[in-house]
């Protein structure tokens, strides 16, 4: 049976949230695999005790020390060696776990994976990749987001290639497709990294490695060209969190307007209401991370990331990915293409 | 007193548009400057037909060739020297003219630009920026946006310096702030080229060339923390046209959900309409291409350029925006400011 690690102590909300997505995990699917739940047994336990666990293929395992959102990544591998994000790690590299899950802090928990499970043979930098919204069915995936910056062409490829494994065998997406983002559509475009990209991704795509569909840009990104947008993590990262931000500053311009239309007496307040509530739904797929979490690619295991405001929902479906990921056999499909 | 060359032949409603735009500025100035226009005379002089222009401080220029948008820019300078383009900013190199203005293609405006006028004394590469809206009062400046890719340190800083000279004599901006676009806000973020720009920032800010507020992130850009956003070119271009495309995102999703609600009668036409306006005027912001256009910063002379739909408004705008960087001196104090 799988074992999967869950931190206990990762998230804004844990660790209730984390707990609840747990249990709910296990009784949703019939205990159909085993969660190792770690984290300091003071601050965990009062939650449990709130349920009955008796039949839960549920362990809980201590662990002294948090790794909090404040926590510099680098250093936090080294003096928090108790802690669930460390120690759950560990037990993934001896083997007596098959994944680790955790809603904590992404940068700390990249290290400590990298650190405590190593590469997969083959693999030269592992990559954090974010969903974005599309129009029309599913969901856009961009790589890299901040995990590597000043990549090298063949960092971009090797992101593509990761992904499209993932894809096609973890996100049922049958065939992936990978634009990369550039100042222009047409060949030879942009900085001399991105032309020997494109040079490498068509090779990756005569091979069959991945669906290359060439240059695309920052408007194709919504439009949903690709199902891989491929850049650097310094771009990547600015167009997630600028995404991030249109919520708010549109929501900021568009409630005075509906209050203003009120007050003047042209919308009534019930009308009002109900287009501000159809508003901000519209906003709803930008807000993916509160839905699930994102593996780490190219990692020597699985360790699996959920942004700090995870819900149950997203852990549960976090521990639903975990168990995916080790059935599709991702990790090991990934070494293979790399051999 | 200036003349001011205009391009008749640029942008996708030209010469109907331009031709508009340059005798709104001629009237609503009380003649203050003198507009040559320039371009094929059998295609504008039937516009120019239709006004009284004899009390106008307007002159026709006959220039052949036309200079089109898919015009690939490097080839064009040079196999099209009788365009409207070429010719308008020779008038400018020799002295018979102050500035130029045009809402053809970017590229090749860019180009022609650089090869007949020249870089100002110590500008190691010019620069385009671009508008964006922001939370509040005013826009914000995002530099570059396309024209340097593989920018160094230097460049970066220089971008900033001579924006800040435009927002400050040009834009009425007492106090431009800049801020570097990177992965995280603390110093020591980011790609090496990116702390090395830190760096010269804070270096430039001493010397009292800028107001240097530190690294920001892509969440800052809309929340208008900066008034100078500093980006190399391919960050920049994709910002921008992931931004342009939202509102069509957007409006794909809101415009079906205001039709549900009619139709299951929560919503009554009425109001479905007055809030459809509402959340489109959302975006009018990030339409600032249509009122006006921006100079390349950096050229030995003053080029400006508009977007290809540019409004008669624009047109005018971009006049008045060339008066207005002739008179505050905007390139010799960018000379002074690098000698």
Partial sequence: MLTIVVDAMGGDNAPACVVDGTLEALRESGNRFEILLI????????????HDTADLNLRFMHAPEVVTMEDVPATAVKTKQDSSLVRGLKLCKEGLAHAYVSAGNTGAQMAASLFVLGRIPGVLRPTIYAYFPRIGEGLTNIVDVGANVDCKPENLVQFAEMLTIYQRYAANIEKPLTGLLNIGE????????????????????????????????????????????????????????????????????????????????????????????????????FDVEKFGGVPFLGVDGISIVGHGRSSSRAIKNMIYMAEHMIEQRVNERIAEMLS
Avoid: M, W
């Fill in 186 to 285: 047409e060949e030879g475009k942009g900085p001399e990294y991105l032309k020997q990209a494109y040079r490498l991704l068509q090779e990756a795509d005569r091979e069959k490695k991945i669906n290359f569909i060439g240059n695309i840009e920052g408007h194709d990104i919504l439009a949903g060209k690709a199902t891989i947008v491929v850049c650097d993590g310094l771009v990547g990262n600015t167009i997630l969190k600028f995404g991030e931000s249109i919520p708010h500053f549109l929501g900021s311009l568009f409630k005075p307007e509906l209050e203003k239309l009120v007050l003047s007496g042209q919308l009534d307040p019930g009308a009002a209401a109900l287009t501000g509530k159809a508003f901000k739904a519209l906003f709803e797929p």
């Fill in 39 to 50: 984290g300091q047994e003071e601050k965990v336990s009062p939650f449990l005790k709130q």
